[in-house]
């Protein structure tokens, strides 16, 4: 009859309330996975370069990317560095194996063209092209590019005067560190490391 409540309408609206409940968490619960996933990817670096780049005498553990690395780490900025240095290459053939060595994903890289351009009777000119044409590929690429091409005092080369002490790269990695975290800090989530809480 008119005017009589629906038998159950009280539970069905508890139902209904429920539902929508959940609903609502499921919603919050998704965007919060996006939001860690995010978080937790880290900032990807490639270091492209010859020998010293790579390590000569140091080993790839010595060399300014790795280096590097630990200096961002320890300032809880989570980072993946590979090291793309190769002996003796000079820019042209830097450029060649770029788009191979640098792989999707890749959030900085950092290009240290090195001497043997001008050591193999290159031109200066055409190194600079290299490395200009090197940064426009990068960039168009939606990636940020650290061009490393400083006069490097001799008190920071080995006796050979063409490759680097580990004070050298650790030199370098210095330099460069402020420059990644401010790349590092423009990125909508900023990769941080997992903080383990120590108990006393």
């Known amino acids: 009859m008119r005017g009589e409540k629906l038998p159950y309408g009280g539970a069905l609206k508890t139902v209904i309330a429920g539902c929508l409940s959940k609903a609502v968490l499921v919603a919050v619960a998704a965007i919060l996975c996006t939001w860690i996933t995010a978080d937790a990817a880290p900032l990807r670096i490639v270091a492209i370069g010859a020998s010293n780049t790579h390590g000569w005498y140091v080993g790839n553990e010595g060399a300014y990317p790795a280096q590097l690395q630990a200096l ?71 990636i940020d590019v650290i061009v490393y091409d400083e006069d490097i005092p001799l008190r920071f080369y080995t006796i050979d005067f063409i490759h680097l002490t580990r004070e050298g790269h650790a030199m370098i990695a210095g330099t460069l560190l402020p420059r990644v975290v401010a790349i590092a800090s423009r990125r909508p989530t900023q990769p941080r490391l997992k903080q383990v809480a120590r108990g006393h």
Do not use: K
């Open 72 to 142: 961002l780490r320890a300032r809880g900025i989570d980072v993946e560095m590979i090291n793309a240095g190769v002996p003796f290459d000079t820019t042209a053939m830097m450029l060649r194996r770029l788009d191979r060595d640098v792989p999707d994903g890749t959030n900085v890289v950092i290009l240290q063209p090195g001497g043997n351009d001008l050591r193999f009777f290159g031109t200066r000119q055409q190194r600079a092209a290299n490395v200009e044409e090197m940064a426009r590929r990068l960039r168009a690429r939606s």
